[in-house]
């Protein structure tokens, strides 16, 4: 872990950060049960939780981020059982989750005929998507709300997903009640997403878990690539950015650039490198990917060059982030 990935923000913590102890938990949990907004960590990254069975907290949630509303979010339950009430499983669904959750995979299913989620949450699909976290943090809030939880990463709208509690007071300030302070997020990079609603599993965003992981369980898997229109809406081609401009490769320094590295041999040129892993290890990569993009983002460098990343198991995710990051179109 880097040490510039540590702020300075320990003595001006905001009022609304607080470690993640057992009481600050079920205070958390009672905010949620009456409507107001509550981060935690995930295993991945901070989650901006609201009840997801209240139309108003759900508006909240795309009101804070300035989410475009027709991106529906993930619903976040402490068991399968309880998923159970909200999505329909089929065989393929259950044994995909007893192998992955609890854990950093969303699956994508029919809405359950008595779904009790508002509808703003699967913005008008037939489908939900639901996730079992593994942090302990997260298990003991979902416990103790006792309601489905929605939560999308706890970030405004297409800017860098929060990995420690500081990004998100950051980001959204006081538009969240609770931030639950719980440390660096594990995982570091989003859950997978995949859709099982329909014959054909297929995967809408590379995340924590890998392709080749799910395909060991149930077979070849369709990767979507936003070709036959936006299914997993979250996947709009600039999204993750940080505010300074950021390119794809690290040939020819640019005055003031600073990289972000992957692996022992570094380039010359650049003023300010931070590594996403200098053994070249994934796993540290994807833990390190967003809060070095934050770091680096206000290191008023002029702009960001980064190093490849091999495109095999967490590669993908962190290269799908990293183009995404690039994207010049910055819409969202
Ligand atoms: O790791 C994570 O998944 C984090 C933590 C907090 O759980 N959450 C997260 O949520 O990344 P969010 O909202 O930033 O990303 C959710 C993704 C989006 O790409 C969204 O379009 C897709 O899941 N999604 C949600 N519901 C869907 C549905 N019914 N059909 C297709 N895609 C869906
Ligand atoms: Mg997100």
Same mark, same amino acid.
């Given at each position: ?42 295993? &991945? ?77 699967? %913005?008008?699909?037939? &489908? ?71 014959? &054909? ?21 369709? &990767? ?76 008023? %460098? ?31």
């Amino acid at each position: 872990m880097a040490k510039s990935s540590k702020t300075s923000r320990t003595q001006d913590k905001p009022a609304n950060v607080v470690p993640a102890v057992d009481a600050a938990i079920l205070e958390a949990a009672d905010r949620l049960r009456d409507g107001a907004l509550v981060a935690f960590p995930t295993e &991945t990254v901070y989650g901006l939780g609201g009840d997801a069975t209240d139309d108003r907290a759900v508006a909240a949630i795309f009101e804070a981020k300035g989410r475009p509303s027709f991106n529906p979010l993930i619903v976040h339950l402490p068991l399968l059982e309880k998923a159970e009430a909200v999505a329909a499983f089929d065989d393929r669904a259950r044994s995909v989750a007893a192998k992955f959750w609890p854990g950093p995979l969303t699956l994508v299913l029919p809405r359950a005929p008595d779904c009790p989620v508002s509808l703003l949450a699967s %913005a008008g699909l037939e &489908t939900i998507a639901v996730r079992v976290p593994g942090h302990p943090v997260a298990h003991a809030l979902l416990n103790a709300a006792d309601r489905p939880i929605a939560a999308p990463s706890a970030n405004r709208s297409g800017a860098v997903s929060p990995t420690r509690a500081e990004h998100v007071a950051d980001d959204l300030g006081d538009a969240v009640a609770m931030i639950l302070d719980g440390g660096a997020c594990p995982v570091g990079i989003e859950s997978t997403v995949l859709d099982l609603s329909g014959e &054909t599993p297929t995967l809408l965003r590379p995340g924590a878990v890998t392709a080749e992981a799910i395909e060991a369980e149930i077979g070849s898997l369709k &990767t979507e690539d936003g070709a036959e229109g936006v299914r997993a809406p979250g996947q709009l081609e600039s999204h993750y950015a940080p505010k300074t401009p950021l390119r794809l490769g690290c040939a020819n320094p640019r005055p003031g650039e600073a990289l972000l590295a992957f692996g022992p041999d570094l380039p010359s040129g650049f003023a300010t490198i931070l590594n996403l892993s200098e053994a070249g290890d994934l796993t540290e990569a994807a833990a390190n990917l967003f809060a070095h993009l934050h770091a680096l983002d206000a290191a008023g %460098a002029s702009g960001i060059a980064t190093m490849a990343v091999p495109e095999d198991g967490l590669g993908r995710a962190i290269n799908d982030r990293l183009r995404r990051a690039a994207a010049h179109d910055r819409e969202i």
